[in-house]
């Protein structure tokens, strides 16, 4: 069984670009998770995914978007980078919803924008 | 909406001594709760978690955690730390029914010998 994996581990991006940010989730896992953690800060939920379709939101702006492929796996983009998107970003992957489920989480990708 | 309160953000400690990292939370709704550790440069592994029944659980490493609904509070405990438990911990909730975590700001544990 493998876990959750995140690709790229770090990358560096200017100001104004796009980034594209992808998760593989692990084996039996239909559900992926999106988090942001800023330094020194606790990880702040993006968005979910649920079975290829958005079920739920965090306080992002738009230009956080993402998708999930019916493998499961996942991508986070966001477009027009800003300073403060500059964070490492989580994914977590879990079972089918229920009250027992544990979220698994991959290593992060490290974004860095300049 | 739930929240989370981590007030201690650095605790330091020496090894073989005990530790507590103090966690309250605010929900209108029944919630479940979590204890995660982050190792430098590393994800979120979880240490324990609370869903219902009895109110002490114990998770891994030899950590425990007491859910204490009338102080809405889910505490972290370890009778003797090492210095591999220098990390980052976060205690995090969620309601019943989604499975979004909602984390605090983290407590950093330094241990020393």
């Known amino acids: 069984e493998t876990g959750v994996t995140q690709s790229p581990t770090h990358l560096i991006k200017t100001r104004g670009q796009q980034v594209t940010l992808r998760c593989s989730s692990q084996s039996g896992h239909n559900t992926v998770s999106w988090y942001q953690q800023a330094l020194g800060q606790g990880p702040q939920f993006i968005f979910q995914?649920?079975?290829?379709?958005?079920?739920g939101r965090g306080n992002f702006p738009p230009r956080f978007s993402g998708l999930q492929f019916p493998n499961y796996s996942s991508e986070l983009n966001v477009n027009a980078l800003e300073l403060d998107d500059s964070a490492l970003y989580l994914c977590?992957?879990?079972?089918?919803?229920?009250?027992?489920?544990?979220?698994?989480f991959g290593q992060g990708t490290r974004l860095t924008v300049v | 909406a739930q929240s989370v309160t981590q007030l201690d953000s650095q605790v330091p400690v020496f090894e073989e001594a005990p530790v507590e990292l103090r966690c309250n939370y605010s929900s209108s709704v029944s919630v479940y709760l979590f204890w995660y550790v982050q190792y430098p440069n590393q994800g979120l592994q979880l240490l324990l978690k609370y869903l219902s029944g009895s109110t002490l659980v114990k998770g891994i490493n030899g950590f425990e955690a007491e859910f204490n609904k009338s102080q809405t509070s889910f505490h972290l405990r370890k009778p003797s730390v090492h210095i591999s438990d220098t990390a980052e911990y976060f205690c995090a909730v969620r309601n019943t029914g989604f499975q979004k975590l909602v984390f605090g700001t983290g407590t950093r544990l330094l241990v020393s010998p």
């Open positions: 977590a992957s879990s079972a089918p919803q229920g009250a027992d489920t544990e979220a698994f």
């Open positions: 995914y649920y079975r290829e379709e958005e079920n």
